[in-house]
């Protein structure tokens, strides 16, 4: 049977890949759940009992961004010859966990949560997520409770994440409380982290053009061929919760956002929603930014709220706009003041740019 690392060369020799010895590295952890997930169920007799559901042990991988987590894990689950597993990246599954057990507390059950999970397992053997990171309290207190009923179910949980495990929820409200599910990790998951001095979004990008205008049916092929190129043309919403609210990004997978500039300036959102964008995204795709002016500056103050949020964080910005920068906004209240997002739209499309 072809193995992971099979899989990994052949790709490298198809130019798709490019060799990584931090990649290879974590192959063997993969390829050792890969194998158990597959093994053929132990033969029950007729008057046996049935045989304990053995878990194998599921494996954390962390690392810095772009070092290719969310691509091994999905050649991972790709490999997997199965029917029982799921891939799903860490902030929507919270976000139907969250909808799963709003319906469950109608019911009146003590404990929404076993059912809740009850429904999940069924029929499930692994459940990989991408991406996983605590940010809210109520998260917190979930995600513990969650995973020790998925593992006593017989799921086995692959994720990854940027941080390592002891810093997930830093600094969060009432942490102690959520101490015991970093040990439950610990004991439960493989923690292993890939160290590799490149940052492969990051590099892809490097030396290539990240603005376009004007907005032309060539600017638009070329910026949907750039998210297929980054995505692999897979794609989901990505709801982020920001203050109890929920703000909606169109397009998500692994790491690149994709939204038009209404979707995230047209809207009501603020410093808090951009900021919470920028720690979930390393690339933002942002299409049809249009000429900015007194007739819509509301949506042109927005708009400089997001750029200084995505240069902050350091987020790669490819985007599609009327004009280039310094010609985005040329008269009337706030285009003296846009002098300097323009700079800093600028500066941001040097390919060096973000490479700390």
């Known amino acids: ?81 199965i029917p029982g597993k799921r891939r799903v990246h860490f902030h929507a599954f919270m976000q139907e966990v969250h909808a799963a057990l709003h319906e469950a507390r109608k019911t009146g059950v003590d404990d929404a949560i076993a059912p809740v999970a009850t429904d999940i397992a069924k029929g499930l053997k692994v459940l990989a997520f991408d991406e996983m990171q605590i940010t809210d309290i109520t998260d917190a207190m979930i995600v513990g ?37 970093i040990e439950l990790i610990k004991t439960r998951l493989e923690v292993v982290e890939i160290i590799s001095e490149n940052d492969y979004r990051q590099n892809r990008l490097k030396g290539e053009q990240v603005w376009f205008s004007p907005v032309t049916a060539d600017t638009r092929a070329t910026m949907d061929a750039i998210w297929h190129d980054l995505t692999g043309g897979k794609s989901e919403p990505l709801i982020l919760t920001v203050k109890g609210r929920e703000v909606e990004i169109p397009g998500f997978h692994n790491g690149v956002a994709r939204a038009s500039f209404f979707d995230l300036c047209g809207k009501f959102l603020g410093a808090g929603d951009y900021l919470e964008l920028a720690q979930n995204a390393r690339v933002l795709l942002l299409d049809n930014v249009p000429r ?60 060096s740019w973000g490479a700390e």
């Open 292 to 351: 900015l002016g007194r007739t819509n500056f509301n949506e042109a103050k927005r708009f400089v709220t997001l750029v200084d949020s995505l240069y902050e964080a350091k987020v790669r910005l490819i985007a599609s706009a009327a004009a280039e920068p310094e010609m985005l906004y040329v008269e009337g209240e706030g285009s003296f003041e846009f002098e300097r997002t323009a700079s800093r739209l600028r500066e941001m499309q040097d390919e």
């Open 145 to 181: 409770r969650l995973f020790d009923k998925l593992h006593e179910a017989g799921v086995a949980i692959v994720t990854t994440s940027n941080r390592v495990p002891d810093d997930l929820y830093k600094n969060g409200l009432n942490r102690n409380l959520f101490l015991p599910f």
């Open 1 to 81: 049977m072809e193995t992971l690392s099979d899989i990994y060369r052949a790709k490298v020799g198809a130019g798709e890949l490019t060799s990584d010895a931090a990649q290879l590295s974590i192959l063997p952890a993969l390829e050792l759940i890969s194998q158990a997930l597959m093994a053929p169920e132990p033969k029950r007799g007729f008057f046996r009992k049935a045989v304990p559901v053995d878990v194998p042990k599921g494996l954390y991988l962390w690392g810095g961004v772009g070092r290719g987590k969310s691509m091994l894990m999905d050649m991972f689950v790709d490999h997997l010859d």
